[in-house]
T-cell receptor, first 115, second 110 residues
Framework: EAGVAQSPRYKIIEKRQSVAFWCNPISGHATLYWYQQILGQGPKLLIQFQNNGVVDDSQLPKDRFSAERLKGVDSTLKIQPAKLEDSAVYLC?????????????FGPGTRLTVL | AQRVTQPEKLLSVFKGAPVELKCNYSYSGSPELFWYVQYSRQRLQLLLRHISRESIKGFTADLNKGETSFHLKKPFAQEEDSAMYYCALSRTGTASKLTFGTGTRLQVTL
């Protein structure tokens, strides 16, 4: 089966600009996750979708970050406006279900640099 | 709150030597523990989970609830084991999320 797809792979923007990332999960996977991985740290969950509903967005900085998963398939993560501290790799993952028993499959990530 | 601690940023061992990557966690309930691995230029992928109790690529990990640890072990390191290893914790339930440690880079040298 095809893996999780993400685009773009790299993005460089200046602070206060906007940016959007796209994710296409594995076909049939109901649960989609966005993680932020800052250099030297482990991935941190930003938001979890079950189909097109939000299950957990407790660590999403909602004043500048937004995400949607229309139709329960693809997802977009947006940052507006970006800050220097948003420089990180943004990982998308998907799984068949939302519990810990389901393996999460990760995409290649989008490396964001904010200047 | 869930927390995962990996005390070593870098672990360097010789080929054929035993490997132990440390992971400690804090969680008040009954956790599920995982090890994820990221090889150079590859995606983050699941290596093993404690509920499976299986050995993957020669690696094993035992959940020790008394010491709140989930150390990853391999008796004889191979060059291809060189990678970044992340320990992760999830609580049971449909809304569970993975909490990752900061990772340990394993470097296997000749």
């Amino acid at each position: 089966e095809a893996g999780v797809a993400q685009s773009p792979r790299y993005k460089i923007i200046e602070k206060r600009q906007s940016v959007a990332f796209w994710c296409n999960p594995i076909s049939g996977h109901a649960t989609l996750y966005w993680y932020q991985q800052i250099l030297g740290q482990g991935p941190k969950l930003l938001i979890q979708f079950q189909n097109n509903g939000v299950v957990d967005d407790s660590q999403l900085p909602k004043d500048r970050f937004s995400a949607e998963r229309l139709k329960g398939v693809d997802s977009t993560l947006k940052i507006q406006p970006a800050k220097l501290e948003d420089s990180a790799v943004y990982l998308c993952a998907s799984s068949r279900g939302g519990g810990g028993g389901f393996e999460q499959f990760f995409g290649p990530g989008t490396r964001l640099t904010v200047l | 709150a869930q927390r995962v601690t990996q005390p070593e940023k870098l672990l360097s061992v010789f080929k054929g030597a035993p490997v132990e990557l440390k992971c400690n966690y804090s969680y008040s309930g009954s956790p599920e523990l995982f090890w994820y691995v990221q090889y150079s230029r590859q995606r983050l992928q699941l290596l093993l989970r404690h509920i499976s109790r299986e050995s993957i690529k020669g690696f094993t990990a035992d959940l020790n609830k008394g010491e709140t640890s989930f150390h990853l072990k391999k008796p004889f390191a191979q060059e291809e084991d060189s990678a970044m290893y992340y320990c992760a914790l999830s609580r049971t339930g449909t809304a569970s999320k993975l909490t990752f440690g900061t990772g340990t880079r394993l470097q296997v040298t000749l």
